[in-house]
Structure formats: C-alpha cells, structure tokens
C-alpha cells in the first residue's frame, strides 16, 4: 500500500471517519513530510479533536527517521514553558504523528513582511529570547544526548568534504588540510569549554512560527537537541542563514539576552566580552557546519535552493574570521576558495 494511503487510513481510523483533508504543509531537509489536516467549518467543533480547525500531521518513515527523539523533545520543551505542538495521537511503529497546527506563518514570513518595523521585529526577537530562555532555565544533564567533541568534528568536517572538495572542487594540499585541522581543533576546544544547556541546534527564523492570537513563537523541528555550549541558539537565531540584520541590532539583542539571563541564573559568563567570544567562536562552528550542508542537500538530496544562501553564511564567517587572529589561516583558505568574496561581493 503506498505510504500516503497508509497515513489517510491512520487518521480516518484515530479521527473516527470525520470528514477531513490532507494538503501539504510543508517538508524539511529529511525525510519527514508534513501535512495540513481541514475539517469543514460544521465538522470542526464535534471532531474527536474538537476545537481544532486544523492539525498537522508528520509522516516520518520509520526506515529513514525516529520519530520518538521529536516525540520526548516536544515533551522536554512543552514542560518547559514553550510553545511546541500538542501531540494529540501517535503510532510509532507506522512513523504518524498527530499534532495541533501551529500555523503556516514563520517568523521569517513575518520579518520580511513590508509592514514589519524595526521596533516590530525586535519585539519578536524579545519574544524568541523569552522563549530561549525558559528552554535553558529548564536544563540538566540527562534528557538530551551531549554536544560532545566527536559530533562537533563531525559537523565541521562537512564543510572540507561537502562544500571545498564536492562543491568548488579543489583539493587541499597537506599544508592547509593540517591548517584546516588545527583551527577545527581550536573552535572546538572554545565551544566545549562554554557552560552547557539544552540546545535547540536549529533556532531560526523558519523553525520560529508566528501565532497571530496566541504564544509567540511556536516552536518546531527541534528533533535533534542536544546539551551542550549556551551560545549555540543565540548565533542560530541572531546569526540566521535566512535573514540578514546590521550587527548593531543582532548586538543589542545579544546584550539584552545576557542581561537577563544573568538575573535568571543561569550561567553565562560574567565578562560580556568574553560571552560575546564564546558566540563568535560558535558561530564559526555552525556557519562551517552549515556551509557543508547546503552543499551537500545540493549534490546528494538535490535540493539546489539552499546554496542561495550560503553567500550569507560566508559573510559571517569572514567577519568573525577577520575580528580573531587565531583564524587567519581560515581566513586566507576562505580567500582562496572564493577569491571575488574577499574583495566585494560574495560568490558561492
């Protein structure tokens, strides 16, 4: 039977025949699908699921995802304070999950609506740190796998294999592969020296809903959180591959975050200075990380839309690179592998 039959069966069966219909609602970088589940405006209140318009069903397919990290991670989050999906029924086995719908406007819809103000977006950005925070304040070691040594490596190791062999195709000589290797080691020796929390690992503006009457944001596509550096979530979200603002603003945020999470306790560092090196310095790990898997969602997944923004994430680097001198050799491969960029104007 093929698997979208399968998924109608599963919710004519948990949804008791009411009358329904599935549209796409969206698919991420794996191999989840997510579907938008509409009652008829009569149906809606003497549903099963009474009091929902609409829901959102996942199909996770058991032999390429588990669903069951997403399914405890909502429950970590959702106890935490935060707004994630209400899971309202779930079959493991088959990879379907049920879920209140969260709605289909991000937050990156909405920062880039043209009625959206500077005081518009720094409002929602205090409502993404409110929201950060609790997930924090609620840490403790245990629920969540490490962010450890070996899985950083791993993620940096993308960009060398994904982006600079496969995707410019330039091979590195010994020289630069042993440079490239010590500034990998560096990076992570910063980043695991951080204070450790729970770590969202993908908290931007497309995984930021916005809900018009209600808590902002919602939160989704978490499945893979770990415990690890507290600067992690603010360079995802400060730092977004999808949106660009002046450093001053992205600054003052930053320093507003730390502000507060001083008064909550939880354990940043003391020195604003040396908090704001912390993130630099994770930055580069997740802009190299991610540079890697636009590249590689390009050549093996073919999905090409993602190198669009790799120009961004480069800029980033550069930036960061250009303000630490312990980068420079990162720095002078960056200029090699994209010549125009180190001038003006980026290439990818």
């Known amino acids: 039977m093929p698997r979208i039959d399968r998924l109608q069966q599963w919710l004519a069966q948990t949804l008791s025949n009411t009358r329904h219909e599935i549209t796409p609602a969206s698919a991420d970088a794996s191999f989840r699908r997510y579907f938008r589940v509409l009652f008829p405006a009569e149906d ?30 909502a429950r970590l989050f959702g106890a935490a304070g935060v707004h994630v999906p209400e899971i309202l029924a ?3 086995e088959q990879g379907f999950l049920l879920m209140s719908d969260l709605g289909n406007t991000t937050y990156l819809d909405k920062l880039r609506a043209p009625d959206c103000t500077p005081l518009a977006a720094a409002h929602l950005y205090a409502d993404a740190i409110g929201a950060l925070l609790a997930i924090q304040a609620a840490s403790r070691p245990g629920p969540l796998p490490a962010y ?32 490239l290797a010590a500034i990998f080691d560096k990076i ?9 929390v729970f770590v969202h690992r993908d908290y931007h ?7 018009a009457d209600g ?21 995802s979200l400060f730092k977004d591959a999808y949106i660009e603002w002046e450093e001053d603003f992205t600054l003052d ?18 020195d604003f200075a040396e908090f704001h090196r912390d993130y630099e310095w994770m930055g580069i790990q997740r802009h190299i990380k991610i540079i890697g898997i636009f590249a590689r969602l390009s ?26 001198r312990e980068l420079n050799p990162l720095l002078k491969l960056l200029d090699k592998l994209d010549p125009i960029a180190s001038g003006q104007g980026d290439t990818f």
């Open 90 to 92: 779930e079959d493991i």
């Open 44 to 73: 809606a209140s003497s549903s099963p699921i009474a009091g929902h318009a609409s829901l959102i069903v996942m199909d996770a397919p058991p032999e390429h995802e588990d669903c069951k990290p997403w399914l405890a991670i």
């Open 188 to 196: 992570i020796a910063v980043n695991l020296a951080e204070p450790k």
């Open 205 to 211: 503006s497309r995984n930021l809903m916005y809900i």
């Open 253 to 270: 945020l930053l320093a507003r975050y730390w502000e507060m999470a001083r008064k909550l306790g939880l354990p940043v560092r003391d």
């Open 148 to 179: 450890s040594d070996e899985l950083l490596r791993h993620e940096l190791m993308l960009f060398p294999d994904w982006y600079i062999a496969r995707h410019k195709g330039i091979t590195l000589n010994a020289e630069e592969k042993t440079a």
């Open 299 to 324: 050549h093996r997944d073919g999905k090409d839309g993602y190198l669009a923004n790799i120009p961004l994430l480069l800029r980033y680097l550069r930036r960061a690179c250009a303000r630490h």
């Open 215 to 235: 808590a902002n944001p919602g939160i989704i596509d978490f499945q893979d959180a770990v415990y690890g550096p507290l600067t992690y979530d603010l360079v």
